[in-house]
């Protein structure tokens, strides 16, 4: 089977620097997604790691450990409209993403 | 379209009637999900179509659960006799093609079942 783990709720300043965790277990590898969902609305795709290492876009950046099947998210320079919750995906694989529960990070002044 | 649509946005129903859910992909988008998603929850795997077809189920929750694509284009969930339990956000994303392509997701239906 498949499975991850990330924290459930992350708090961060304004302007500072929060990094998300995120551990799977899964039999077959594609990669590992992160999405962004605000409230109410739909997940947005944010990066995609299908080798090991650091990928960034912009303030995101994600990382990959095949070897430690684990990976984070870093978002830079938080601002309020950061507050959203933010899943780990397994994949795209073959036919669908499988996500994690999500981590509802809040941003406060 | 620019993006994936989704209709209704919201339906509440009557434990035990029928409803439909209807995706419109981004023009040209070969591969479509569907997922659900119960409040402070990750988002759940359904089905998926490749063209007009479903090659994996695998996530259907039960037999009141189906779907189905046409014109390699707009995609219908349909779940018969509601129960409670169907109470979630049913989101529908497209990908350029299968396999390792970003999804790009629609706004949702939120289905209330009374």
């Avoid at chain 1, 830079?76 to 507050?83: A, F, G, P, V, W």
């Avoid at chain 2, 795997?45 to 007009?52: A, K």
């Avoid at chain 2, 929750?61 to 969930?77: H, I, K, N, Y």
Wanted: charged share 15%.
């Amino acid at each position: 089977g498949q499975s991850l783990e990330q924290p459930s709720e992350v708090t961060a300043v304004e302007g500072a620097i929060v990094q998300i965790n995120c551990t799977y277990q899964t039999s077959g590898f594609y990669g590992l997604s992160w999405y962004q969902q605000h409230d109410g609305g739909a997940p947005t795709f944010l990066s995609y790691n299908g080798l090991d290492g650091l990928e960034e876009t912009g303030r995101f950046s994600s990382f990959l450990s095949r070897s430690d099947s684990y990976g984070y998210l870093l978002l830079q320079e938080l601002q309020m409209k950061d507050s959203a919750s933010y899943f780990c995906a397994l994949g795209p694989g073959a036919n669908n993403l499988f996500f994690g529960t999500g981590t509802r990070l809040t941003v406060i002044p | 379209g620019a993006g994936v649509s989704q209709s209704p946005s919201n339906k509440v129903t009557e434990k035990g009637k029928d409803v439909e859910l209807r995706c419109d992909p981004i023009s040209g988008h070969t591969a479509l999900y569907w997922y659900r998603q119960r409040l402070g929850q990750g988002l759940e795997f359904l089905i998926y179509f490749q063209g007009n077809s479903a090659p994996d189920k695998s996530g259907l929750p039960s037999d009141r659960f189906s779907a189905e694509r046409t014109g390699e284009s707009v995609s219908t969930l349909t779940i018969q006799r509601t129960q409670q339990e169907d109470s979630a956000v049913y989101l529908c994303a497209s990908s350029v093609n299968r396999g390792r392509e970003t999804q790009y997701f629609g706004p949702g239906t939120r289905l209330l079942v009374l």
